[in-house]
């Protein structure tokens, strides 16, 4: 296929879509190659000759899923003008995106880690995705001018992902978790919302 025709370009783009869609609603698992090409306006076939392999469109598509969810945090911060503040609206949105479901960027994050565990090309995938979420508060941090600002976000990421699994056992109380978390780091407690 030459990358460069347009109309195939297209054709991708809404076998990607397809694809994104079946993540949001049915998880890593449901994203067969059935349901994609059934979401989509072209057949099965269409898929196999656009893509080297479904998993080579499962990973596209989470890969938007995630890019999406990040900058849905990315946003909540930069519309904060006060950086501190920034942090904790980034982190509240952060806690949004978890949920009980197949679809929900936590849950598709640890699916998709399950399902390519062994997969180099998909390490990068993961790690470039960490690293963005990382970048998102170490960027924040640098406005708000924080000692230690790389070590003090690693710990503040980590707390999040983990109060975000915990959250699908067990409802968690942001507000209290917020402000444990800011004396926990030494930092300017969060308005509450």
């Not at 460069?4 to 998880?27: H, M, N, S, T």
């Not at 269409?46 to 080579?56: G, N, P, Q, S």
């Not at 911060?77 to 609206?89: F, G, I, R, T």
């Not at 982190?91 to 062994?118: C, K, M, N, Q, S």
Request: with cysteine; proline share 4%; hydrophobic share 45%.
């Amino acid at each position: 296929m030459s990358a460069d025709r347009p109309r195939q370009l297209a054709k991708r783009e809404a076998l990607i879509e397809a694809a994104a869609d079946v993540l949001r609603r049915e998880g890593w698992a449901g994203c067969t190659a059935r349901a994609i090409s059934d979401a989509s306006p072209l057949t099965k076939s269409a898929l196999h000759y656009y893509f080297d392999d479904v998993d080579e469109i499962v990973e596209l598509a989470f890969r938007r899923v995630m890019d999406e969810a990040l900058s849905r945090v990315e946003a909540v911060a930069e519309a904060e003008a006060d950086p501190n503040q920034a942090l904790w609206c980034a982190a509240r949105a952060f806690l949004e995106l978890g949920g009980v479901g197949a679809g929900h960027p936590v849950t598709l994050w640890i699916d998709a880690y399950a399902a390519t565990a062994r997969s180099a090309s998909f390490q990068r995938e993961r790690e470039e995705l960490l690293d963005r979420g990382l970048g998102i508060f170490e960027r924040i941090a640098r406005r708000a001018r924080w000692e230690d600002p790389a070590r003090r976000v690693s710990v503040l990421y980590s707390a999040l992902a983990g109060a975000v699994m915990r959250e699908s056992v067990r409802p968690l109380d942001t507000d209290a978790f917020l402000d444990d978390l800011a004396l926990a780091l030494d930092l300017p407690a969060p308005r509450n919302a």
